[in-house]
């Protein structure tokens, strides 16, 4: 079983800076790759950005682009993301999920860490 812990969110100013960590856990996780999303109030699940796990592949959401950075450590089997220049529209419950597949079809995901961006 894998288990997927989210940390790092919090209340941050707008303009300000926050890192997210999704450690996992369990002897079966081997992903190709792991993503973020987020979720704000009274909307859907909306994908923020998602890397490989060999790290060659990055792609991000447009929203976030040039402001967000993700990465991973395969030996700490942790993945990041790293939120800069944050707005009240960055405001939600952010998740991380993991992919088995190169498909990125994200096949666990953690309960998610609050971020809120007071403007």
């Known amino acids: 079983q894998v288990q997927l812990v989210e940390s790092g969110g919090g209340l941050v100013q707008a303009g300000g800076s926050l890192r997210l960590s999704c450690a996992a856990s369990g002897r079966s996780f081997s992903p190709y790759g792991m993503g973020w999303f987020r979720q704000a109030p009274g909307k859907g699940r909306e994908f923020v950005a998602r890397i490989s796990w060999s790290g060659a592949d990055v792609f991000y959401a447009e929203s976030v682009k040039g402001r967000f950075t993700i990465s991973r450590d395969a030996a700490k089997n942790t993945a990041y993301l790293q939120m800069n220049s944050l707005n009240a529209e960055d405001t939600g419950v952010y998740y991380c999920?993991?992919?088995?597949?190169?498909?990125?079809?994200?096949?666990?995901w953690g309960q998610g860490t609050q971020v809120t961006v007071s403007s």
């Open positions: 999920a993991a992919s088995r597949s190169r498909y990125f079809t994200y096949d666990y």
